[in-house]
C-alpha cells in the first residue's frame, strides 16, 4: 500500500516526495523526484519516481508513473568520487602531476603541478614540443628517443615509458623530473597498431 512504501522512506526524503506527489496531483506540473528507501529484505536502496495528472474519469485526476531503481548507478558514481579523492589526495602527498595526450585530437592536458614542475604558465598552452624544449641539453637526445620507440607498434603490450631527466634554466634551478606513461594503441585501418592516447604521471624526484 501507499502508506506502507511511504514509511520505508527515508524520514530525510519524505517531505520531497510528499510535496513532489502534491504538486503534481494539483497540475504544478511532472513529478520527478529522486529519495532513498528501504526493501522488505533490510537494504537501502535509491529510486526514482517520475509521474504526470491525467484525467481518470468524470471530474477525477491521477498520477501516472514509474519509479526506477537508481541503487547500482548511484553507489557506482559515490565509489568513483572516493576512489576520485583518494587519488587526489595521493598525487598532493606524491607532489605528483597528470597528463593526459590525445595523440588523434592532438590535445594535450597538463595539470597544474605538471606546469609547475617543467615551468609552463597557467595559461599557455600545452604542447609536447614544450616539454621536450625543457628537457636538458645532456638528457634531452636520449628522452627523445626512449619516447620515440615507445610509439613504435611494438611496443602495443610493453611495460609503461619512462624517463627521468633534468629542467633545464631558466625553467628550473636544477630540478630532476620522473615522467611515466602508459600510451595506449588501436588497431588502424590494414591492422597496423598505431598510438592513440598517453597518459601518465610526473614528480619532482631531485
Known amino acids: 500500500t501507499w502508506v506502507e512504501a511511504f ?79 583518494r587519488l587526489a589526495l595521493a598525487l598532493e602527498i606524491g607532489g605528483t602531476g597528470i597528463y593526459d595526450w590525445d595523440m588523434v585530437q592532438g590535445k594535450l592536458v597538463w595539470d597544474a603541478r605538471v606546469r609547475e614542475l617543467i615551468g609552463v604558465a597557467a595559461d599557455a598552452p600545452a604542447e609536447a614540443e614544450a616539454w621536450f624544449a625543457r628537457i636538458h641539453p645532456d638528457d634531452a637526445q636520449e628522452v627523445r628517443a626512449r619516447f620515440e620507440e615507445a610509439l613504435l607498434p611494438t611496443q602495443a603490450t610493453q611495460k609503461p615509458w619512462r624517463s627521468r631527466h633534468r629542467v633545464r634554466q631558466p625553467y628550473s634551478q636544477g630540478r630532476w623530473v620522473d615522467a611515466c606513461g602508459r600510451i595506449y594503441f588501436e588497431r588502424a585501418p590494414g591492422g597496423v597498431q598505431r598510438a592513440v592516447r598517453m597518459l601518465g604521471l610526473a614528480c619532482d624526484v631531485t
Open 7 to 85: 514509511s520505508a522512506i527515508h524520514p530525510a526524503d519524505r517531505q520531497a516526495v510528499e510535496d513532489a506527489t502534491a504538486r503534481c496531483g494539483a497540475g504544478g506540473g511532472d513529478m520527478d523526484v529522486t529519495y532513498r528507501t528501504t526493501d522488505v529484505a533490510g537494504h537501502r536502496r535509491w529510486l526514482r519516481a517520475t509521474g504526470r495528472r491525467t484525467p481518470a474519469g468524470g471530474h477525477s485526476m491521477r498520477v501516472v508513473g514509474v519509479t526506477i531503481d537508481l541503487t547500482e548507478a548511484i553507489e557506482a558514481r559515490n565509489a568513483l568520487s572516493k576512489s576520485e579523492q
